[in-house]
């Protein structure tokens, strides 16, 4: 069950605006799409299995690799043919493999999962930002999602929490950069997604913090979606405006 945000959502607002979501077939970014259709927004969405379209509201969808930048171009220009400048772009996509010690990584798994996690962000925001350019007028938000494991030491996690750690760098430096963009690179906190299936499945050798996931998933600790997707549509608004470009959605509340 999702709770309401503690804060007024206009949705006149966010009505007809046009985000692009990557990493859209499932999970967070499923969850996010279903959300934003709700509140009629147009959406593009993207991911390497091509996603469901949303029949509730204008969709275009699109089978992207993010570490081909050329890919996530094409796709970009198709989504502001289709249905206008985009104003809300997030980069979602990411990987959580390798989960093991560092030193049992082969340098393939590692280069795959950076490629994916700070490449695709990278490869998404300099799409964005130079179309972005183009046009003058409403806000333009760019997200890119983050983790908690950006700055939390989990023994097994080193590349994905270094990679984590890369995005809020980057988006930090994009977000002096492109000072007509606000930019945010933002922390879920947790969500249950096959993500977390998968860690929850993962031995304690490999990820002695597997035990702190199974509780959290015992007790249904988790932020939704919904509560998700409302907090990124407060930024896009400017209802929700975080003090630091790294920022952290809070703690859905339990019933």
Known sequence: MSHPVPFELDPELVRGKVAVITG???GLGAGLADRFAEHGLQLGLCARTEPQPRSSTTCLTGSVDVTDAIRVEQFANAVLQ????IDLWINNAGVLDPIRPQR???PDDMYTALAVNVGGVMNGTRTFTNQARMFQGPRR???????GAATSIYE???VYGASKAAVDQFTRIT???EPDVLCYSVSPGLVDTPMQEKIRATSAKDFPAADRFIHAHAMGAWNSPSWIADHL???LTGTLAPETVVYRVPDEPRD
């Open 24 to 26: 859209a077939s499932q």
């Open 82 to 85: 289709r249905l206008g400048p």
């Open 104 to 106: 049992e990584i082969e």
């Open 141 to 147: 938000v760019l997200i890119n999602v983050s983790s």
């Open 156 to 158: 097994g996690w080193s």
């Open 175 to 177: 977000a002096a950069e």
């Open 233 to 235: 549509l407060g930024i």
